[in-house]
């Protein structure tokens, strides 16, 4: 491989598809994960705490630190995901309580602290609601200029929402987290639902995982089985959508999607469209893009890559 591994920070509220990211990461030799930053989402952050260090426990990555941020959003109630991902957040997989504690140090500080001592290096995946991220550049605005780039696992433009007809769930969760972020002038990546939803990993591609006996495989057969009910249950889908493992290979594959330069917001106000992300497709605000949107997917190709490391990973560790 070519050049340095490049320098990531998942932002995230582990829930099964962020465990499946993670995974992903770990098993990417074209990333290094310089920390995971946990927010409420999901489930409960100290659940998620507990969650993201079981699965780098899991995949032999416990010496990656895991810190703690926001337990609720910014403005509105705290709303989880138990339907989507289960009680714990990983559906039926169960991982033994983690051996190590989280990070002495808050998520938001951490995020600084990292970010600001390697300008222009570390690249943010947030792949649950932005309170963290939407917090740390208020707090240390030089952030905006020491970020390379952020990529988001957030809305749903053309795509119906899979939270309320409209809005997306990390979108929905923390609203005007998502606002702060979208309007900073960060270099933003959006994967939104348009792309996420033709991503779906099926039983076959989990039992083409379980030919291999591991730890790795049984734990995504586990939890993939809650959210593969969820998804037949709700959505009539079969299979699960796995929304932010695309968010992720984004970092060293971005030829998986097509992006197009545009300018997106989200409502923060109407009771009935609170959470929506808008594009402006036609350029009738006349407002200069503040993102980069994908719209287009190569998704068998995307999940072929993702199983291919997840058998790599497995062996790795059998
Ligand atoms: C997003 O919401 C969460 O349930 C998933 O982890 C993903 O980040 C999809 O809407
Ligand atoms: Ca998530």
């Known amino acids: 491989m070519a050049g340095a591994a490049k320098r990531i920070i998942l932002d995230t509220d582990p829930g ?9 990461a770990l098993a990417s030799p074209e990333l290094n994960v310089e920390a995971l930053t946990v927010v409420m989402g999901n489930c409960s952050t100290a659940q998620g705490v507990s969650n993201a260090l079981g699965v780098l426990e899991l995949a032999g990555a416990g010496n990656i630190p895991v810190a703690p941020g926001l337990d609720r959003p910014l403005l509105q109630p705290l709303l989880t995901a138990p339907e989507t991902h289960g009680h714990t957040g990983l559906g039926y997989a169960q991982l033994p309580p983690p051996r190590r504690h989280p ?6 500080d951490l995020l600084i602290e990292r970010i600001m001592a390697a300008p222009g290096e570390i690249t943010v995946v947030a792949i649950g609601p932005l309170t963290n991220l939407a917090l740390a550049i208020r707090r240390e605005p030089a952030l905006l200029q020491a970020i390379c780039e952020v990529v988001i696992m957030g809305g749903a433009l053309r795509h119906e929402g899979n939270t309320t007809p409209l809005a997306e769930f990390n979108v929905y969760v923390d609203p005007h987290a998502a606002h702060i972020v979208y309007h ?12 996420t939803y033709q991503c779906i990993l099926t039983q ?3 039992e083409r995982l379980l030919a291999l006996d591991s730890p790795i495989t049984r734990f995504i057969a586990d939890a993939t089985r809650f959210y593969m009910e969820f998804h037949d249950e709700y959505q009539d889908i079969q299979g699960c959508v796995i929304n932010d493992p695309l968010a992720l290979a984004l970092t060293f594959a971005p030829d998986l999607v097509e992006t197009r330069p545009l300018h997106v917001t989200v409502d923060t106000h109407s009771p009935l469209s609170l959470g929506k992300t808008m594009a402006d497709f036609y350029g009738a605000w006349s407002k200069p893009p503040n993102m980069q949107v994908a719209l287009k997917v190569q998704a068998r190709r ?5 199983l291919e490391r997840m058998e790599t990973l497995a062996r790795r560790l059998k």
């Open 204 to 206: 076959a591609d989990v």
């Open 103 to 108: 990070a002495n140090q808050h998520a938001v």
């Open 302 to 306: 995307f999940i072929e890559l993702f």
């Open 184 to 195: 900073s002038g960060l270099p933003l990546t959006l994967v939104p639902l348009d792309v």
């Open 16 to 24: 099964i598809d962020d465990a499946l990211a993670i995974l992903l």
